[in-house]
């Protein structure tokens, strides 16, 4: 962030970590029952993880076309429900677990029903049922509907098609049992034809991550922005795949990765989040129940490592990112004198500050992490304010971790602010009780960076000619102020003002160390930072608030020397001289008005910096 160099993404480094892992896996054979898949390269392995804005990890080979084979089946179904409605596309499938392999010969007694549509015997049931009035049609209208799920067009690979059709006699007598129990309407070959299509539609591990994410939004595509079926239609296909998805596995497989998938004998598998991710990976070599190896230990994997079980609970759902603002647009509590001020109202997007709120998993962290690293020109400090977060799970520390070490190396340095100054994250600089405090602490750093150099032994030290309200006071006026003055000398921690204090409308300009206002918050109470007054800034009893009912204070946060206009010198500078005292308090003015225009410009940035707008649903026509 602090040049225009590229940030890794934490979740794209993980995800090419868990490929490279899974990679070595050499266990499982092709499938060779369909002789054109007996080609594919058992090396290829391709892993993609689709978010709900429509952002795309990729790792690997997520670019190679293969054959969808039974991935298809739930995208079909939701084509059949979506044309057909659920009942009557019930009255023709069940939707029960049959306990055995995708070539299951079984019907329910009664009904003559496939069990279920991820079955050939099911699949082949709700191929027939999509819109069409001839088999051509059919087929058309599912891989349109294949491919609004993809967000591309898709197309067909003919010689894994001829082979289906040379070798699908298991398929055909299938056909010919639901035929004969009254399920199949229409001619058994053309309805074969529609089903062994769309198992031959091309397809890469990035297109099912999409199509699986398509899912896991209620219909819409979150490339395209285009409703492909309705959430109920979602629903109802992600409740059979997480049951019967991976057949005579899924009992396992859902206790293991807790995500819905459908499985494919060419390699290929999607999986869903519902609301959150979808999942696609294509490796070829396959267990003996027709699943990819590298598919099933890749998910459980990011299962384990995103924290994306299906059954974890997860409570909130707003925008992980409350605010995300620059250092020109929010500044610290702390009273600077004119040259800092300065220097913050030119460099001050070198600090950004992102505030984040609820509860934070793997996509809500991942999209503010994304929000973080695409606005990063210039940027050398960046704090995560985590005082709004509920309860932030390992995976979201791990994202958040892995970001505050990439972006140390590219020359930002990271602090946390949280409460009690608890910070999870490991590799941050450093962590504060309050936002104020952290970013009193970047300012600073961005002061001391570009300001000129300041001598390690020696302190700041303002004179009176310099201080803030003063600099600008004709010469005579400053000349009748000058014997007025007294010097204080506060120790480190000492009190200047509290509550308990009698009135004083006494002057003080601080011209070394530093002055803290604080309350005492808790049980027992603690000091809590609110504001700070370095060399060069005027404070009065008006900085403490009477009328609050928390203990307002203002202590020495180092051995502090301040020059003093009593309250008792004012007076007699009234009665003096009056034009120096109007003076005095025109320079007060203008610096009261600074603050004021300051603070305007702060609340119309907070109010600016609230959720940006969704991306618009479009019908698919």
Same mark, same amino acid.
């Given at each position: 962030?602090?040049?225009?160099?590229?940030?890794?993404?934490?979740?794209?480094?993980?995800?090419?970590?868990?490929?490279?892992?899974?990679?070595?896996?050499?266990?499982?054979?092709?499938?060779?029952?369909?002789?054109?898949?007996?080609?594919?390269?058992?090396?290829?392995?391709?892993?993609?993880?689709?978010?709900?804005?429509?952002?795309?990890?990729?790792?690997?080979?997520?670019?190679?076309?293969?054959?969808?084979?039974?991935?298809?089946?739930?995208?079909?179904?939701?084509?059949?429900?979506?044309?057909?409605?659920?009942?009557?596309?019930?009255?023709?499938?069940?939707?029960?677990?049959?306990?055995?392999?995708?070539?299951?010969?079984?019907?329910?007694?009664?009904?003559?029903?496939?069990?279920?549509?991820?079955?050939?015997?099911?699949?082949?049931?709700?191929?027939?049922?999509?819109?069409?009035?001839?088999?051509?049609?059919?087929?058309?209208?599912?891989?349109?509907?294949?491919?609004?799920?993809?967000?591309?067009?898709?197309?067909?690979?003919?010689?894994?098609?001829?082979?289906?059709?040379?070798?699908?006699?298991?398929?055909?007598?299938?056909?010919?049992?639901?035929?004969?129990?009254?399920?199949?309407?229409?001619?058994?070959?053309?309805?074969?034809?529609?089903?062994?299509?769309?198992?031959?539609?091309?397809?890469?591990?990035?297109?099912?991550?999409?199509?699986?994410?398509?899912?896991?939004?209620?219909?819409?595509?979150?490339?395209?922005?285009?409703?492909?079926?309705?959430?109920?239609?979602?629903?109802?296909?992600?409740?059979?795949?997480?049951?019967?998805?991976?057949?005579?596995?899924?009992?396992?497989?859902?206790?293991?990765?807790?995500?819905?998938?459908?499985?494919?004998?060419?390699?290929?598998?999607?999986?869903?989040?519902?609301?959150?991710?979808?999942?696609?990976?294509?490796?070829?070599?396959?267990?003996?129940?027709?699943?990819?190896?590298?598919?099933?230990?890749?998910?459980?994997?990011?299962?384990?490592?995103?924290?994306?079980?299906?059954?974890?609970?997860?409570?909130?759902?707003?925008?992980?990112?409350?605010?995300?603002?620059?250092?020109?647009?929010?500044?610290?509590?702390?009273?600077?004198?004119?040259?800092?001020?300065?220097?913050?109202?030119?460099?001050?997007?070198?600090?950004?500050?992102?505030?984040?709120?609820?509860?934070?998993?793997?996509?809500?962290?991942?999209?503010?992490?994304?929000?973080?690293?695409?606005?990063?020109?210039?940027?050398?400090?960046?704090?995560?304010?985590?005082?709004?977060?509920?309860?932030?799970?390992?995976?979201?520390?791990?994202?958040?971790?892995?970001?505050?070490?990439?972006?140390?190396?590219?020359?930002?340095?990271?602090?946390?602010?949280?409460?009690?100054?608890?910070?999870?994250?490991?590799?941050?600089?450093?962590?504060?009780?309050?936002?104020?405090?952290?970013?009193?602490?970047?300012?600073?750093?961005?002061?001391?960076?570009?300001?000129?150099?300041?001598?390690?032994?020696?302190?700041?030290?303002?004179?009176?000619?310099?201080?803030?309200?003063? @600099?600008? &006071?004709? +010469?005579? $006026?400053?000349?009748?102020?000058? =014997?007025?003055?007294? *010097? %204080?000398? !506060?120790?480190?921690?000492?009190?200047?003002?509290?509550?308990?204090?009698?009135?004083?409308?006494?002057?003080?300009?601080?011209?070394?160390?530093?002055?803290?206002?604080?309350?005492?918050?808790?049980?027992?109470?603690?000091?809590?930072?609110?504001?700070?007054?370095?060399?060069?800034?005027?404070?009065?009893?008006?900085?403490?608030?009477?009328?609050?009912?928390?203990?307002?204070?203002?202590?020495?946060?180092?051995?502090?020397?301040?020059?003093?206009?009593?309250?008792?010198?004012?007076?007699?500078?009234?009665?003096?001289?009056?034009?120096?005292?109007?003076?005095?308090?025109?320079?007060?003015?203008?610096?009261?008005?600074?603050?004021?225009?300051?603070?305007? @410009?702060? &609340?119309? +940035?907070? $109010?600016?910096?609230?959720?940006? =707008?969704?991306?618009? *649903? %479009?019908? !698919?026509?």
């Amino acid at each position: 962030m602090a040049d225009a160099g590229e940030i890794a993404s934490p979740v794209q480094e993980l995800l090419d970590e868990v490929h490279e892992r899974i990679g070595e896996i050499t266990d499982g054979s092709v499938a060779t029952y369909i002789p054109a898949l007996g080609k594919a390269d058992p090396k290829l392995f391709g892993l993609a993880l689709a978010t709900r804005d429509g952002h795309v990890y990729e790792s690997g080979d997520t670019g190679v076309p293969f054959t969808i084979q039974s991935v298809s089946k739930p995208f079909v179904y939701a084509l059949a429900l979506h044309d057909r409605g659920l009942n009557a596309v019930l009255r023709k499938v069940g939707v029960e677990p049959t306990g055995e392999g995708f070539d299951a010969i079984r019907l329910e007694a009664g009904t003559g029903r496939p069990l279920n549509p991820m079955v050939n015997a099911g699949a082949i049931v709700t191929a027939s049922m999509v819109d069409g009035d001839d088999w051509g049609q059919r087929f058309q209208r599912i891989l349109d509907g294949l491919s609004a799920f993809a967000g591309r067009d898709l197309s067909i690979d003919h010689e894994v098609l001829a082979s289906e059709e040379r070798t699908g006699d298991h398929n055909r007598a299938l056909g010919y049992l639901l035929r004969n129990a009254g399920t199949l309407d229409g001619d058994v070959d053309e309805a074969l034809s529609v089903y062994f299509m769309a198992c031959s539609t091309l397809v890469t591990a990035r297109d099912l991550a999409v199509m699986a994410m398509t899912l896991s939004s209620g219909g819409v595509n979150p490339l395209t922005g285009r409703r492909v079926v309705g959430t109920d239609t979602t629903e109802h296909v992600m409740a059979v795949m997480a049951t019967s998805g991976t057949y005579d596995f899924a009992g396992e497989w859902l206790l293991r990765s807790g995500l819905p998938a459908k499985s494919g004998v060419a390699g290929g598998l999607a999986a869903v989040l519902p609301s959150q991710l979808g999942i696609g990976v294509y490796s070829p070599p396959l267990d003996a129940r027709g699943t990819s190896v590298r598919a099933i230990a890749a998910c459980q994997e990011l299962s384990s490592r995103f924290g994306l079980h299906l059954m974890r609970p997860v409570t909130g759902t707003t925008s992980a990112i409350h605010r995300y603002l620059r250092g020109d647009a929010v500044s610290s509590q702390r009273s600077r004198r004119f040259a800092e001020r300065e220097i913050l109202r030119t460099r001050g997007r070198a600090i950004a500050l992102c505030e984040l709120q609820g509860d934070l998993g793997f996509a809500s962290t991942d999209v503010a992490v994304r929000a973080i690293t695409g606005d990063h020109e210039n940027v050398r400090w960046l704090i995560l304010d985590l005082h709004r977060v509920a309860r932030a799970e390992p995976v979201a520390v791990n994202l958040l971790d892995t970001l505050v070490r990439e972006l140390r190396e590219h020359g930002v340095t990271t602090v946390v602010a949280a409460e009690a100054a608890r910070s999870p994250l490991a590799s941050a600089e450093a962590a504060f009780a309050s936002l104020d405090e952290a970013l009193e602490w970047c300012e600073d750093a961005l002061v001391a960076e570009t300001g000129p150099p300041q001598e390690a032994d020696r302190p700041e030290v303002v004179p009176l000619p310099e201080q803030d309200v003063l @600099r600008d &006071l004709p +010469a005579g $006026v400053l000349e009748a102020l000058a =014997p007025l003055f007294e *010097e %204080r000398r !506060l120790a480190s921690g000492e009190v200047l003002f509290s509550p308990r204090d009698e009135p004083d409308e006494s002057l003080y300009f601080v011209v070394s160390g530093g002055l803290v206002a604080q309350v005492m918050e808790g049980d027992p109470a603690v000091p809590v930072q609110v504001a700070s007054m370095g060399p060069g800034t005027a404070v009065t009893e008006l900085t403490v608030r009477r009328d609050d009912p928390r203990a307002y204070r203002v202590v020495a946060a180092e051995p502090t020397v301040c020059q003093v206009l009593t309250d008792a010198a004012l007076k007699r500078l009234e009665r003096d001289r009056p034009q120096a005292v109007e003076a005095l308090h025109w320079a007060m003015a203008r610096s009261l008005a600074a603050r004021l225009r300051r603070a305007d @410009r702060l &609340l119309a +940035a907070h $109010v600016a910096s609230g959720p940006r =707008p969704g991306k618009p *649903e %479009r019908e !698919l026509g």
